[in-house]
Nanobody
Framework: QVQLVESGGGSVQPGGSLRLSCAAS????????MGWYRQTPGKQRELVAT???????YYADFVQGRFTISRDFAKNTLYLQMNSLKPEDTAVYYC??????????WGQGIQVTVSS
């Protein structure tokens, strides 16, 4: 019932910035929490940041102070502003939405590459 489409990924040099967007459509009213996760080959998918329906945010320690998650309820869009990017931030980033507290929806994933 919820579709998530990420955009804004790409390649950037260390220290650079990117802004990821996640456009949600479908049963928008059913969405509670939304978040960003990332995954690299051979590694578990890890939480990057979340934002609740009350706009409460949470950040993983490794992005604290560098990334900012935000949610535009009017545009049904989730954002992740990524500053001071490091090579270790290279991963596929996934948009996530929790519907009615129990059902997870995922975007298709978008590549972020940080290299010289």
């Amino acid at each position: 019932q919820v579709q998530l489409v990420e955009s804004g990924g790409g390649s950037v040099q260390p220290g650079g910035s990117l802004r990821l967007s996640c456009a949600a459509s479908g049963s928008i009213r059913g969405i509670w929490d939304m978040g960003w996760y990332r995954q690299t080959p051979g590694k578990q998918r890890e939480l990057v940041a979340t934002v609740s329906d009350q706009a409460t945010t949470y950040y993983a320690d490794f992005v604290q102070g560098r990334f900012t998650i935000s949610r535009d309820f009017a545009k049904n869009t989730l954002y992740l502003q990524m500053n001071s990017l490091k090579p270790e931030d290279t991963a596929v980033y996934y948009c996530n939405a929790i519907v009615n507290r129990v059902i997870n929806y995922w975007g298709q994933g978008i590549q972020v590459t940080v290299s010289s």
